[in-house]
């Protein structure tokens, strides 16, 4: 059957494969259990897996051969192409993986050429809306790949998303994901030089938020201010390597990408080269560690 002309996947007729387990892989499975699929899950701690009611744990990416939907939420493009390596060929024809890790947009083109000579849909589905959401299954999904491939699979991202946008060919998602990316950490980035300023001369952070509230100034990390200080608690937990933490390697990503296509991002490349040592150091302040 032509990909165009296959059906729907729905919960209770086909199983899901799901790989990391981490930061937003998780809920994103608690998320996919709520709403009645059938999941095996895969991560380099099967520990991470004890209070998934009902997942079958597998050993190894083969294990995930059986699945008519393979999502990842890996760390990288190194993580993401192991597994689809081992992966991809031992899928059946018809099958779709989902990349809900940031990647480069370079490479979710290339898996995604090579997911389909084998027969098997790919698109790069990037979420952005943190840990609560990804629970709640609210996350906003940037998707990159074949419109009948994302149709195909509308069921399994409504039951983690609020929002799916098809950001156009493969690749598109992850560009997009990394312009959301730059956006957001520049204006970390700027909401911190600008609290330190307002405490210099004695002024709290939380009168400056208050004050920016309802000025020019608002914006979604005056709103959510501390957001990124119990993030980094959580990859504290989870043993996370900063380097593998969105405010490093999301911006080094935003880097090579521009580097790709000749593209001079001046704004960028500071960012990539301090933001990452500023966000952990104010959520040590804020623990009191």
């Known amino acids: 059957m032509a990909q165009h002309e296959s059906p729907a996947i729905s919960a209770g007729t086909a199983r899901l494969g799901f790989a990391g387990l981490g930061n937003l892989g998780k809920p994103m499975v608690q998320a996919l259990l709520r709403n009645g699929w059938t999941i095996s899950v895969l ?140 956006m957001m950490f520049a204006a970390l980035a700027g909401v911190q030089e600008a609290l330190e300023l307002a405490a210099a001369y004695d002024v709290p952070e939380r009168t400056v938020l208050e004050a920016v509230s309802t000025s020019t100034g608002d914006s979604w990390i005056t709103r959510n201010w501390g957001f990124f200080d119990q993030t980094v608690a959580a990859y504290d937990s989870a043993g996370t390597p900063v380097r593998d933490r969105p405010w490093s390697k999301d911006l080094w990503d935003i880097v090579a990408a521009a580097r790709d296509r000749a593209l001079p991002l001046p704004v960028a490349g500071l960012l990539a080269q301090h933001l990452a040592e500023r966000v952990e150091e104010h959520a040590r302040k804020g623990s009191g560690s």
Do not use: Y
């Open 43 to 182: 991560d380099r701690d099967a520990a991470r897996a004890g209070d998934l009611d009902g997942v079958r744990v597998v050993p190894t990416a083969a294990g995930l051969a059986d699945c008519a939907v393979v999502a990842l939420a890996v760390p990288d493009d190194e993580a993401v192409s192991q597994i689809l390596d081992e992966l991809v060929p031992l899928l059946a024809a018809g099958s779709v993986v989902l990349i809900h890790s940031t990647i480069l947009p370079g490479t979710a083109k290339r898996l995604a050429e090579q997911a389909e000579r084998h027969g098997v849909g790919l698109l790069d589905v990037p979420v952005s809306g943190g840990a609560e959401r990804a629970l709640a299954g609210s996350l906003t999904v940037m998707a990159g790949g074949r419109a009948e491939v994302l149709e195909r699979v509308g069921p399994v991202l409504d039951s983690v998303a609020g929002e799916v946008i098809h950001a156009g060919p493969a690749g598109a998602g992850a560009a997009v994901k990394l312009a959301n990316q730059l």
